[in-house]
């Protein structure tokens, strides 16, 4: 009898601490994220607009089976390819496109491990502040344009609740309809997983 009350004294001891080792963590959590980026422009837009650079601020929730919705919003400046400084140019002011994207969309994952590689999709709206054209003249205009992403990459799950993503993304802002507002965006950011 003392034997079978040990051995269900131990069970009850030790049980829940088995369980506790049987279980694995999720890295796949509901996250705010800060990323910054860069953009290299191409076709006709980057003849004349080089490059541009910003960040994000978003949001992630962690769906079951690999998937995320991803909200943001960002803040992106796009520079002027050639800009001399001619005695006309210092009288002007120099042309600048700025975007505030607001976008949503969502990742796959392929695992859920420390090192977790993903597909993305983004779409949204953005806003466009511009005193220049797609040429480069000084023409002040503010646009709602469709914009739309698709990409690559990867989340490492560092310590606790921070990560760390890189990705890069094929992206198209529809600016103009003789010069669409396509590149190639690289991004790195940090993330703080929240919740779950």
Not at 60 to 84: E, Q, S, T
């Amino acid at each position: 009898m003392k034997k079978i009350i040990l051995t269900l004294m131990l069970v009850m001891t030790l049980g829940p601490l088995f369980t506790v080792f049987a279980q694995s963590e999720s890295y796949l959590k509901n996250r705010i994220f800060v990323e910054g980026l860069y953009i290299r422009n191409i076709g006709n837009f980057g003849s004349v607009w080089s490059n541009a650079s910003g960040g994000y601020l978003g949001y992630g929730i962690a769906f079951p089976d690999h998937n995320y919705l991803m909200m943001r919003a960002g803040y992106i400046n796009n520079k002027l390819k050639d800009n001399p400084n001619t005695q006309e140019d210092l009288t002007n002011q120099d042309p600048y496109i700025t975007m505030i994207p607001i976008e949503i969309g969502g990742r796959y994952y392929f695992n859920d491990y420390i090192v977790m590689p993903f597909i993305q999709f983004m779409t949204g709206l953005n806003l466009v502040f511009t005193n220049g054209d797609i040429v480069g003249e000084n023409e002040e205009e503010n646009l709602v344009k469709f914009a739309w992403q698709v990409g690559l990459g990867f989340t490492v799950n560092i310590i606790g609740n921070i990560s760390v993503d890189a990705g890069v993304n094929y992206q198209s802002n529809f600016y103009d309809d003789n010069a669409m507002n396509t590149g190639f965006e690289y991004t790195v950011g940090m993330g703080y997983a929240i919740g779950n």
